[in-house]
């Protein structure tokens, strides 16, 4: 599977976004999907994701602020990112993988990420 997002922007605190990624290649609705995030010298995060039953997990920083959605009709993955905070700087990757990986940031197919700059 392919994956494109986009939708990064420079943004000021308080501001939103709304992230997007495109899959192709493969059968989109059969893969566990995430959204992770890495800022400059830290580490790869997990930040949304869906599980096996289609429920949602948020990292405890994002969570009532961040929201993932699917459109399985238009293989798009999406995250709305409210109330945005200069520490949610970072590179934003959807990720893609045929079993739950939860916010772990093991998957094995990665896009090439969209940048998000708050300040």
């Known amino acids: 599977v392919q994956l494109v997002e986009s939708g990064g922007a420079l943004v000021h605190p308080g501001g939103s976004l709304r992230l997007s990624c495109a899959a192709s290649?493969?059968?989109?609705?059969?893969?566990?999907m995430s959204w992770l995030r890495q800022a400059p010298g830290k580490e790869r995060e997990g930040v949304a994701a869906?599980?096996?039953?289609?429920?949602?997990s948020y990292a405890g920083s994002v969570k009532g602020r961040f929201t993932i959605s699917k459109e399985n009709n238009k293989n798009t993955l999406y995250l709305q990112i409210n109330s945005l905070k200069p520490e949610d700087t970072a590179m934003y990757y959807c990720?893609?993988?045929?079993?739950?990986?939860?916010?772990?940031?093991?998957?094995?197919?990665w896009g090439q990420g969209t940048q998000v700059t708050v300040s």
């Open positions: 990720a893609a993988a045929s079993r739950d990986f939860g916010l772990v940031p093991s998957y094995p197919f």
């Open positions: 290649g493969s059968t989109f609705s059969s893969y566990y």
């Open positions: 869906f599980g096996r039953d289609g429920s949602t």
